[in-house]
């Protein structure tokens, strides 16, 4: 089992930043990838972003291209997720995931594969 955990979220004005981070525990034994996604008010979750095991590839959704950037370190077993110039359209509940069986960070691209979740972030962006 895994556990994944969310924190970073919060309210910001619209043009500000955030930065979340997602930090995993348990038997992490195996390369992973792992990756954000989000879900607004009455809307299907998507995928944001998502990161190989290396940290040497990275995806992002066409919405956030430019403006967040995912990262991981901590021995990584911690990715991040900076998120500048932000807008209305940005606020949701934002999760990090976790693909056991890729470690690329691709598969969580296509929005499938993900094998472990975390309860989820709050993030605000106010007009």
């Known amino acids: 089992q895994v556990q994944l955990v969310e924190s970073g979220g919060g309210l910001v004005q619209a043009g500000g930043s955030l930065r979340l981070s997602c930090a995993a525990s348990?038997?992490?034994?195996?390369?992973?990838?792992m990756g954000w996604f989000r879900q607004a008010p009455g809307k299907e979750r998507e995928f944001v972003a998502s990161i190989s095991w290396t940290g040497g590839a990275t995806y992002y959704a066409d919405s956030v291209k430019g403006r967040f950037t995912i990262s991981r370190e901590g021995g990584k077993r911690v990715v991040y997720l900076q998120m500048n110039s932000l807008n209305p359209e940005d606020t949701a509940v934002y999760y990090c995931?976790?693909?056991?069986?890729?470690?690329?960070?691709?598969?969580?691209?296509?929005?499938?594969?993900?094998?472990?979740w975390g309860k989820g972030t709050l993030v605000t962006v106010s007009s």
């Open positions: 995931a976790a693909d056991m069986d890729d470690s690329s960070g691709y598969t969580m691209s296509r929005n499938v594969g993900m094998d472990y």
């Open positions: 348990g038997r992490t034994f195996r390369s992973y990838a």
